[in-house]
Nanobody
Framework: QVQLVESGGGLVQAGGSLRLSCAAS????????MGWFRQAPGKEREFVVA????????RYGDSAKGRFTVSRDNAKNTVFLQMNNLKPEDTAVYHC?????????????????WGQGTQVTVSS
């Protein structure tokens, strides 16, 4: 079992940046593939980015390519999402997710563990 807690969300103007963090507790996070998803009001949860257990493989959703960067620090059991050049359409609750599977996971159903999420609001 692992518990995930996101932080770093907030209100930012378009073009600004935010850095989200996902802290894992319980079983060591290095055993888990990790991902970030987001959900805007009235919309389905959307894949943002995924990172493998040791961080050597990443995969980005179309909305994140060229603007977002994922990284992880397994010594600190933390995954980061650096978001630059934010747009109003990036407004959503951002959730961290984890699973024991190998590789990078891009589907909601592939993740067994979820955090409560952190709100990101981008004003125009």
């Amino acid at each position: 079992q692992v518990q995930l807690v996101e932080s770093g969300g907030g209100l930012v103007q378009a073009g600004g940046s935010l850095r989200l963090s996902c802290a894992a507790s319980g079983r060591t996070s290095r055993s888990y593939a990790m991902g970030w998803f987001r959900q805007a009001p009235g919309k389905e949860r959307e894949f943002v980015v995924a990172i493998s257990r040791n961080g050597d493989v990443t995969r980005y959703g179309d909305s994140a390519k060229g603007r977002f960067t994922v990284s992880r620090d397994n010594a600190k059991n933390t995954v980061f999402l650096q978001m630059n050049n934010l747009k109003p359409e990036d407004t959503a609750v951002y959730h961290c997710a984890a699973d024991l599977a190998v590789g990078v996971l891009v589907e909601v159903y592939e993740h067994a563990y979820w955090g409560q999420g952190t709100q990101v609001t981008v004003s125009s």
